[in-house]
């Protein structure tokens, strides 16, 4: 197989969401896998709806993704070859001019339906003489135009779905250019796709029948019809679609909230596959998990608590030189032996902040047991501390005291970190060290 080329093609008319991830990374890991070429192509020929900035925040949520593009393209700077497309599609007696309204057309829909037929078009534009097109533009109108469908069954072999066709004898013929000459998104997209060589269409289920539709377009321009993928869609964990309008799902808000990128990688690839969802911090290796044969056909259920879930044992698993930037940044940088004690209680990265504050202060301690926290403290080992401190400490104030399990423990907790949840003692108590244990086992905020 000769390398791929393949591409996602947003619209920067919101921030995408996960849901979009998923087909980008299906695309970018694809092409990264078989030493191929991603495009990110920006469908930006919506004028009104078009905002730059929401291109720049895809790139930098691709960036954050480890997947820039290796090319990068705007349909709002090549409609000079959509411009030709359609005029050869004119040519050739495949693009034709309509005059309804939207209003004339809902009605016959309407009427359609009532009389129980498909609510398909009627062609009834190519039933105009050229007498009739002129008195029509004379009165105001503009046509939109329509690609004439062969009405036959179109097959395809998918890369997930496997045989596939559509009756295109079902289907209305598509309105490929508006009343004011802009384009809708089909002929673009097969122009760019023929233009820059797309060796393969990997995106979501729901163009399972533009596909039928866009394959003719394809050999009505006389061009090699690439391969097609359709993968099964996100949805939210109650079965929600996703959509732009759920920005807390955008990958702008996943990254501001501190989660992983390998995490949300992770969980937009492997949900609805075979393979069990599961953090893979190496991008080449969940490159060679994609199995585009082995895709589920039911949607695929996107849930936040499992996300986190993952977010969380990849934070457990970090280094202290992959996180030291970064707890640099949260001041809260407490050296290897601050990371390596309070790594596995944290959900997020930026969770070190708060636990930061719990060895360094000031904190508020809490004291239940009056007498044996004082009892505790007069107990308390001579400095250096070291890991073995808690242990000949807590040792120590068991054989003073009798007080054994969780009685021992829980004060002995809260008085030291204000909290009755957190790391090991054992690892936190060197870093919180004498002086501030003495001040917090006497009641003093430090």
């Not at 233009?195 to 163009?207: A, M, P, T």
């Not at 807390?248 to 501001?256: A, G, K, P, Q, Y």
């Not at 107990?379 to 104030?397: E, I, R, S």
């Amino acid at each position: 197989m000769s390398k791929p080329i393949v591409r996602f093609a947003p619209s920067p008319t919101g921030r995408i969401h996960i849901g979009n991830a998923r087909q980008a990374l299906m695309n970018a890991l694809f092409a990264r896998r078989e030493k191929g070429v991603f495009v990110l192509r920006f469908d930006d020929t919506d004028l009104e709806r078009s905002r730059r900035e929401y291109a720049d925040s895809i790139e930098v949520d691709l960036a954050w993704l480890g997947i820039p593009p290796d090319v990068v393209v705007r349909q709002s700077e090549r409609i000079e070859f959509y411009d030709a497309a359609a005029e050869r599609l004119r040519d050739v007696g495949r693009l034709y001019p309509c005059y309804e309204t939207a209003e004339e057309l809902e009605f016959r829909r309407k009427r359609q339906l009532a009389r129980g037929q498909p609510p398909i078009y009627d062609r009834a534009a190519l039933k105009l003489t050229q007498e009739d097109r002129e008195k029509l533009e004379a009165e105001g109108r503009r046509p939109h135009w329509r690609f004439r469908l062969d009405h036959r069954v179109v097959g395809w072999t998918d890369m997930v779905r496997g045989e596939s066709q559509v009756d295109c004898s079902s289907l209305s013929d598509p309105v490929l250019v508006r009343e004011d000459g802009t384009y809708l998104y089909t002929l673009p997209s097969i122009v760019d796709d023929v233009e820059l060589k797309i060796s393969h269409v990997i995106r979501g289920e729901d163009h399972v029948t533009n596909t039928a539709v866009q394959i003719q377009i394809f050999e009505a321009l006389g061009a090699h019809i690439p391969l097609f993928g359709h993968i099964n869609l996100l949805t939210t964990a109650s079965g929600e679609g996703l959509s732009k309008r759920l920005g807390h799902l955008s990958l702008t808000s996943l990254r501001e909230a501190g989660l992983e990128p390998q995490a949300v990688a992770s969980l937009a690839v492997l949900v609805g596959t075979a393979e069990s969802v599961r953090p893979v911090a190496d991008l080449d290796e969940l490159a060679r998990l994609i199995d585009f044969n082995h895709i589920s056909r039911a949607p695929a259920k996107f849930d936040e608590h499992e996300l986190e879930q993952l977010n969380a044992r990849l934070v457990h698993e970090m280094p202290y030189e992959a996180v030291r930037s970064r707890l640099a940044a949260l001041d809260a940088d407490g050296g290897e032996a601050f990371w390596l004690a309070i790594r596995g209680n944290l959900t997020k990265v930026v969770d070190a902040a708060e636990w930061w504050v719990i060895v360094h202060g000031p904190i508020v301690p809490i004291i239940t047991e009056r007498a044996f926290i004082d009892d505790a403290r007069k107990l308390l080992p001579p400095a250096p501390w070291d890991a073995g401190t808690w242990k000949t400490w807590t040792d120590a104030v068991k054989a003073a005291t009798g007080v054994k399990g969780k009685a021992l423990f829980m004060p002995l907790r809260q008085a030291l970190t204000g909290l009755d949840h957190g790391p090991e003692l054992g690892a936190l108590l060197p870093l919180i060290g004498p002086e501030r244990a003495k001040a917090r086992l006497s009641g003093e905020a430090a």
